[in-house]
């Protein structure tokens, strides 16, 4: 039986499948994006997700497994350094898949295999997330040019005729020592003016 055994075999041996494989990851990582057949194309995303996953964490031993699988030392390289800036914010998704037709010799259906920039998906999400936090910045913003005086003036809409007249009263005595300051300096002004 061949339960969990979820690989395609492509009607080649095992040893020839790895072999093509690393040298197709190999490749796509080395100049991030290359063209293959629509079969070939859905099992290289397996191997460079499973890679990138082990540069992004980084350590010592995920680096030497990587190198039992890509066999250059400067492409490891190149991944392990950008592997936390260009995919530190998604998890999974890494790669992108994208039908161009048939070959012309044999009518096989090409892909094109292409790593994805996180940025990319940043700039998607990002225009959905500002709409929503521009309303709430709004609503908050809104909340905060009220001052805690004109709030409570706000509340009490349904006032009596003797509240009002209250606040009417004690409004003129807070007003009253600024209008006396006024009148003061306006003196002192004339007075020194003559």
């Known amino acids: 039986m061949r339960h969990r055994k979820a690989v395609l075999k492509l009607n080649r041996t095992s040893s020839h499948r790895k072999a093509m494989f690393r040298n197709m990851v190999t490749s796509l990582f080395k100049y ?18 499973h890679l990138i996953t082990l540069a992004k964490r980084g350590d ?20 392990f350094e950008q592997a936390a800036d260009r995919f530190g914010a998604v998890s999974g998704g890494y790669t992108r898949v994208v039908k161009l037709g048939r070959r012309p010799g044999d009518a096989a259906p090409v892909s094109l295999v292409e790593l994805v920039y996180s940025l990319d998906i940043k700039k998607k ?12 910045s709004k609503k908050e913003a ?3 040019e009220k001052p805690a005086e004109a709030k409570k003036e706000d509340k ?7 509240a009002a007249k209250k606040q009417e009263a004690t409004a003129k005595k807070e007003d009253a ?10 003196k002192k002004s004339a007075e020194d003016e003559k």
């Open 60 to 79: 010592l031993h995920a680096r030497r497994q990587a190198l039992a699988i890509v066999r250059e030392k400067d492409v490891v390289h190149k991944l």
């Open 32 to 49: 991030e994006k290359i063209q293959t057949t629509g079969a070939k194309a859905k099992e290289l995303r397996r191997w460079a997700d």
């Open 142 to 144: 809104a909340v905060k």
């Open 156 to 162: 009490p809409k349904k006032e009596t005729k003797g």
């Open 125 to 136: 999400k990002t225009k959905k997330k500002k709409a929503k936090t521009d309303a709430t």
């Open 177 to 186: 020592p600024a209008a006396k300051e006024k009148k003061d300096s306006t």
